[in-house]
């Protein structure tokens, strides 16, 4: 089902909204209450989501290439093997996020809020993750391979077996990182010379 902005769509746009699979590609939601909407396998291929709360939404699978993030509210939401390549979520909210096998290959994530997020095997190859609060985020298998974590908080951060070649850590806090296998050395590097 392809939806496009205008009266009745605008009026049907609330919290708990059901689209799953709908493709919302280049719609505008901004500051929009989709707090637990059910989007799961939605298309919303740039779509604008800045500054719209989706606390516990279920966008599970869905594909947000190139969607505008900035400041949204994701807070709880399921992002599990969600497709978010170069989308912009800098300064979003997403603490405690399920972004599990999420694809984030050059996403813009500085200054963006993510403790306690789950992002085991998620792929943020060249994702800009300046400033970003990542403590006590697992980050198990993701592949952060030319990733900019410089100025980022990854206190108590699970990185076991993640890939962090290329890597920019310059001044981030990584304090009670946890990690083992291949990357402990680079870390251990790193530390060493900061």
Do not use: Q
């Not at 390549?85 to 603490?95: F, P």
């Not at 697992?138 to 890939?163: E, K, P, Q, W």
Request: proline share 1%; glycine share 12%; net charge negative.
């Amino acid at each position: 089902m392809r939806l496009t902005e205008g009266n009745d769509f605008d009026a049907g746009i609330s919290e708990g909204l059901r689209l799953a699979d709908a493709d919302l590609s280049g719609v505008d939601l901004s500051r929009r209450n989709l707090n637990s909407a059910a989007l799961a396998g939605a298309t919303l291929v740039g779509a604008d989501l800045h500054g719209a709360g989706l606390l516990w939404a279920d966008l599970s699978g869905a594909d947000l290439t190139g969607a505008d993030l900035r400041g949204a509210t994701l807070s709880g939401a399921d992002l599990s093997g969600a497709r978010l390549a170069r989308a912009d979520l800098s300064g979003a909210d997403l603490s405690e996020a399920d972004l599990r096998g999420a694809t984030l290959a050059g996403a813009d994530l500085s200054g963006a809020e993510l403790p306690a997020a789950k992002l085991t095997e998620a792929i943020l190859r060249g994702a800009c993750m300046r400033g970003a609060d990542l403590s006590r985020t697992t980050l198990l298998g993701a592949d952060l391979s030319g990733a900019d974590l410089s100025h980022a908080d990854l206190r108590y951060a699970v990185l076991v077996d993640a890939d962090l070649s290329g890597t920019d850590l310059s001044l981030a806090n990584v304090y009670g990182a946890i990690t083992t296998g291949d990357d402990l050395p680079f870390l251990r590097e790193f530390l060493e010379s900061a």
